[in-house]
């Protein structure tokens, strides 16, 4: 049934716009850009007639003027010198040279700006675009802290293939690969749960003397395992980590803890942490506190939570703010708003700050609730502190004006996010088809989805869910038919390109 609200076709897929590029022949610009220069080289020539005087030796040497005292070096001022021609080049044209050369390295600047502009903001096909439009400038010299930047962001970006091609774009340019480089290709994998292909670069590694795993190696493929809930994995690293003298680490120990917790296997998960305790190489510390107060946090068993809160301040581990921020979030998720609220008090007792996540967490209660009204409250009260919105904000947003039935706050949303360039994940993108579905808008749906995979955004399992079960309750089995070829192709073209790029 369409509401009011929902009866006009909601113009989600118009209101994602692509964030403009700069590029070296634009003539109109922002403000914030620097106005790139004109390559075009000015020639200048300066003619000047060449006076030949001649004089006799008696009288060259009668002109010249002596600079040094007596008995020092007999330096003259040739320029004193009749008919004598300076060599230096003129003022003017050393001028226009500087002028060049500043103009170079703006561009050289603005490029650069640009590129660390788009990695922060998660940018990854615009990051990718810049450093193309980069590479082919004549001062571009590779280096390997760019390769690191852009190897991280396509890894959290779901794109491991075009991780794998600019790895090796960089071992041909001339890059001696690093144990840093290789594990942020391996963390690339293990991000997109491809265990197979990290497992391949750790064997890797292992063949090239200078590029040996490390503790952080080891641990970023150790949390893949857990999230795969693959735990027979995690035994067979420990041993590989203790025949090459590897010592795990409080993080190693943390993330093995989080996937017992999340696995419900607690009796492994506090016989970890009583190794822990015994052990003087990797104490506890907050990061243990805050990985298993999440884990209760996350299953709603709020009891447990508190308990384990209690046991670590026992141990003398003091919370920090993202200790409060799962206490916010845990009791948010199951209405208990007088301890949420308590917490938050608390925290401004302790002069502890309120972040984004502190904020995203009450907005995600509200919009859990289709509370829009004080959804607004606390994202107004959120910029009043300087607090800027991010992805996750959005995706609250989304969902909670959506929850309320204002689909034209939704839209209004999906064009504030746009034009305040707001990464566009796959959260993002599921959050608004979501939108469409509680709208009963199929059309936009699919609009808003080739839209997805034209800003290169991979859709993940979620995706696929919500437009099959929209299409399955509308009785089209043709749609939900095709979508599953689409996905079974779409897995089929990724396993391809990993085993091509291995």
């Avoid at 070296?24 to 005087?53: E, G, M, W, Y």
């Avoid at 004080?374 to 929850?403: P, S, V």
């Amino acid at each position: 049934m369409a509401s009011a609200s929902a009866s006009a076709s909601l113009s989600f897929s118009s209101s994602l716009l692509p964030s403009p590029l700069p590029h070296p022949h634009d003539t109109k610009t922002k403000k914030h850009r620097a106005q790139v220069p004109n390559f075009n080289l000015i020639h200048c020539s300066v003619t000047s007639t060449n006076k030949h005087t001649s004089f006799s030796s008696e009288s060259a040497v009668a002109a010249k003027k002596r600079l040094w005292k007596e008995g020092e070096y007999p330096g003259v001022s040739e320029t004193l010198i009749p008919g004598y021609r300076s060599k230096r080049t003129p003022i003017k044209n050393v001028k226009k040279k500087l002028e060049r050369k500043a103009k170079a390295k703006a561009w050289v600047n603005t490029v650069a700006e640009t590129f660390s502009d788009h990695v922060l903001k998660k940018q990854w096909f615009q990051a990718l675009q810049v450093f193309e439009m980069l590479k082919e400038q004549p001062f571009y010299q590779p280096k390997e802290g760019t390769y690191m930047k852009l190897l991280v962001l396509l890894g959290k970006s779901g794109q491991p293939e075009l991780a794998r091609k600019v790895f090796n774009e960089m071992v041909e340019e001339g890059i001696e690969p690093t144990p840093e480089l290789y594990t942020a290709l391996l963390a690339a994998y293990c991000r997109n749960s491809l265990i197979d292909e990290a497992f391949a670069t750790l064997n890797q590694m292992k063949t090239l003397p200078n590029c040996q795993p490390d503790v952080y190696t080891y641990s970023t493929l150790i949390k893949a395992c857990v999230d795969a809930m693959r735990f027979e994995l995690i035994e067979t690293l420990y041993q590989d980590m203790d025949e090459r003298s590897v010592t795990p680490n409080t993080v190693t120990q943390n993330i093995v803890l989080g996937g017992y917790g999340k696995a419900g296997m607690f009796d492994q998960m506090e016989r970890v942490l009583s190794g822990m305790l015994e052990t003087a190489t990797c104490k506890p510390d907050v990061w243990t506190m805050n990985t298993i107060l999440s884990v209760f946090a996350n299953k709603g068993q709020v009891d447990m939570m508190e308990r384990w809160y209690e046991k670590f301040r026992n141990f003398g581990i003091d919370p920090e703010t993202r200790t409060f921020n799962i206490l916010i979030g845990a009791y948010g998720k199951k209405r208990m708003y007088d301890k949420m609220s308590s917490v938050m008090e608390y925290m401004r007792k302790l002069q502890f700050p309120w972040t984004s996540s502190t904020y995203n967490n009450v907005i995600e209660v509200f919009s859990d609730m289709g509370d829009a009204k004080h959804m607004e409250y606390t994202l107004e009260q959120m910029r009043a502190e300087g607090m800027k919105a991010d992805t996750k904000t959005f995706c609250c947003l989304i969902n909670g004006y959506a929850n309320a039935g204002l689909f034209h706050k939704v839209i209004s949303s999906v064009r504030l996010a746009s034009k305040l360039q707001i990464a566009e994940n796959v959260s993002f993108y599921n959050a608004v088809i979501s939108a469409c579905i509680k709208a009963d808008d199929l059309m936009e749906m699919e609009r808003v989805y080739k839209r997805m995979k034209e800003k290169h955004c991979r859709p993940d399992s979620e995706t696929f869910s919500i437009m099959t079960e929209a299409y399955a309750k509308e009785g089209m089995n043709d749609k939900v038919y095709a979508l599953e070829q689409e996905k079974l192709q779409m897995l089929s073209e990724a396993s391809g390109h990993r085993q091509q790029n291995i």
